[in-house]
């Protein structure tokens, strides 16, 4: 379900030129790079996947932020790893997306992480973008001094 928004809070702009062996840069210019394709190691490049893994990892823990606040809790020291996969698929476009987040916050058990993980799930632009249509998988890992295993959490 597409859901339209009630007010910009910001807007920005990318132009691409050159697709995946070219440029993007953003109309401010604080954002400027050059691309390689991933499996192309041309030094001081990137690649679309590794912006998008960027973006959703810094998404992610903002909204794990916003939300441990409502839950009366801090999540200033969280850390988010964001993986993104380019793959293949049984589709007629023939190419797909997965991503898998990384979660941890010290002094937190896995377990006791997931009903943020879960809001936070449900806040983050970048997840209700890509809900339906990108496998996402969020796992919880479990700061060592709390004791316990990584907690997976059903997005």
Same mark, same amino acid.
């Given at each position: 379900m597409t859901v339209p928004l009630t007010r910009s809070l910001y807007?920005?702009?990318?132009?691409?030129?050159?697709?995946?062996?070219?440029?993007?840069?953003?109309?401010?210019?604080?954002?400027?790079?050059?691309?390689?394709?991933?499996?192309?190691k041309v030094p001081g490049t990137t690649n679309p996947e590794q912006l998008f893994a960027a973006g959703f990892a810094a998404c992610f823990t903002s909204a794990l932020a916003e939300v441990a606040a409502e839950f009366g809790a801090d999540a200033s020291g969280a850390s988010v790893a964001c993986e993104v996969q380019l793959g293949t698929t049984d589709t007629p476009a023939g190419y797909g997306l997965a991503v898998? &987040? !990384?979660?941890?916050?010290?002094?937190?058990? %896995? #377990?006791?992480?997931?009903?943020?993980?879960?809001? $936070?799930?449900?806040?983050?632009?970048?997840?209700?973008?890509?809900?339906?249509?990108?496998? &996402? !998988?969020?796992?919880?890992?479990?700061?060592? %001094? #709390?004791?316990?295993?990584?907690?997976?959490?059903? $997005?």
């Amino acid at each position: 379900m597409t859901v339209p928004l009630t007010r910009s809070l910001y807007r920005t702009t990318a132009h691409a030129a050159g697709g995946r062996t070219g440029s993007v840069r953003t109309d401010d210019g604080r954002l400027d790079v050059r691309l390689a394709p991933p499996r192309k190691k041309v030094p001081g490049t990137t690649n679309p996947e590794q912006l998008f893994a960027a973006g959703f990892a810094a998404c992610f823990t903002s909204a794990l932020a916003e939300v441990a606040a409502e839950f009366g809790a801090d999540a200033s020291g969280a850390s988010v790893a964001c993986e993104v996969q380019l793959g293949t698929t049984d589709t007629p476009a023939g190419y797909g997306l997965a991503v898998a &987040l !990384t979660v941890s916050l010290p002094g937190w058990r %896995a #377990a006791d992480l997931q009903p943020l993980l879960h809001r $936070a799930d449900e806040v983050c632009p970048y997840a209700q973008a890509v809900r339906g249509n990108v496998p &996402l !998988t969020i796992l919880a890992l479990e700061d060592p %001094a #709390a004791g316990g295993p990584a907690v997976p959490v059903t $997005a």
